[in-house]
């Protein structure tokens, strides 16, 4: 154990590289669970927006849409 020096170093290294390693394959997957995360709050608005709309028109009520949804898509580059 007296002839080490120089391995800390190294296994600090390569332990430093392979945690970036792992943050880094990590944000793509965040990322898209965020993205989808909004997206489906949207889809739960308008969903519920459109049952209403549709429960006016039933009751004879006819209005038009105040309300307009963006769907985020995935990027591919």
Do not use: W
Not at 19 to 28: M, R, Y
Not at 63 to 69: D, I, L, R
């Amino acid at each position: 154990m007296r002839n080490c020096k120089g391995y800390v170093y190294l296994e600090l290294m390569a332990a430093f590289s392979v945690c970036i390693f792992l943050v880094l394959s990590i944000f793509p997957i965040l990322e898209k669970v965020m993205t989808d995360r909004k997206n489906m709050i949207m889809k739960t608005e308008a969903h519920h927006l459109l049952y209403e709309k549709l429960t006016a028109f039933m009751d004879g009520e006819q209005q038009g849409m105040e309300k307009e949804f963006m769907i985020q898509k995935k990027r591919t580059a």
